[in-house]
């Protein structure tokens, strides 16, 4: 029940959020206000023998015309007119109490100035300063006609009442006015705070989107490069291509039947289809897409791969590729996997001018689900004060015009991406060495190996 009537006393059309907040209490207070002065004054008429005394008629008219008033600003906070309602209440409670103290006294408004705090701190905090003091000027008025009403009966002057009280109300006035200016400016730096942070988040927002943006770029730089350092093994297997496909014609011209006619047309369809399914897979690795996760057999795309990485190697570096008959399940995106195996080729391929081997191995996963790829080679290796160096950005020990110090880094930042790590570890010297990359579902891990397993 509690729950519900909360519930219902925010749910509001007020729009400023620091109004909103308040409405909630302020309703409370007004419901208060409406039915707690009535009953004190009934039990002040029933419960108490005491004589009526002067000036009390007063006061219980008074009491109940701001029982009307809070009842209507309660009204008028339902329906979403806040300030209206509080400057209203104040303006009317005001108006009334010099009224109230100028027809029956200071000493007659006894039971009614506990509630006059309340409007200061109202005033205070709902509104603002010069509400406060408006409403504290509004009380000194009224004391001062109260002591007038008392002099008027008595014919003598007591000042010491009302000065005291209207000391009394100017120290809640200050603490109230202390209190709110703290609370005001901390909400205002707190505002600022916000502000300051959500043009933070916003630049920081299209920094990301840039970087994504940056880096969807490069990896398609990338992949073009790729097939850049492909083209002359594609070109020898085209040239292949069109050589058997001419041996064909050539052979069509002198066919004497249809069953070699038939012969030929079946080998130039062969040849073709081969010629279409090169040029296919170029397409796809090299178009410019955005990033698919999928899950998919690393052992078969690896196998898909092996043309390609054998025109990446070029004739004289000898690709050994060993893969388990079981699948090896990973997350990635496939073209992305395949950037990263051509850029570690890519490497190897620079690594051994005169020629080696490069090895490719895929293992099964383990009991904990890590599936294990390693690519080696016999390269020259990486010198031990450029090692941590090796995955930068823009880091290479190329000649100018030869290399970017994109390839490693990129297979770095696609590992990770995927929530892996990348190590090295290499050296110069060794008979021979290469690249490691661990890869889960979700993880990965490269490293570089001193020697051949």
Known sequence: MVKKLVVWLRRTSIKDP??????????????????LPPLMW????????VPWRPGETVGLVTSLLICAVAFFCFALIRHGRFQWAVRQLLVVVAVILVIAYAGSGVVAQ?????????WLFIAGTMVGRRALWGMYGALLVALMAGMLADAQRTGEYYFGDPVARGVMFLLIAI??????????SSLEEAVQQGLELSLANQRLKTEIAAREQAQEQLIHAQKVEAVGRMASGIAHDFN?????????????????????TRDILTGVESAARRATAITHKLLHFSRQDTTRVERFDAGEALLEMKPMLRQTLGAGITLDMHTPDTPCMIRFDRAEFALVILNVTANAADAMPDGGRFRITLRAPSPGGMIEIELLDSGHGVPPEIRDRVFTPFFTTKPDGQGTGLGLAIVHDLIVSANGSAELDSGPGAPVSGYAWRATNCRGRERQRRRWP
């Open 240 to 260: 292949h291509l069109l050589t058997l496909i001419l041996g064909y014609v050539e052979r069509g011209k002198h066919a004497t039947g249809t069953s070699e």
């Open 18 to 35: 620091v109004d909103r907040r308040n409405a909630p209490m302020l309703q409370v207070v007004l419901l208060m206000l409406g039915t």
């Open 110 to 118: 006894t039971y009614e100035q506990p509630l006059h705090v309340m």
């Open 175 to 184: 603490v109230v006015d202390r209190t709110v200016a703290a609370m005001r």
């Open 42 to 49: 009934l039990y002040r008429i029933v419960a108490l023998d």
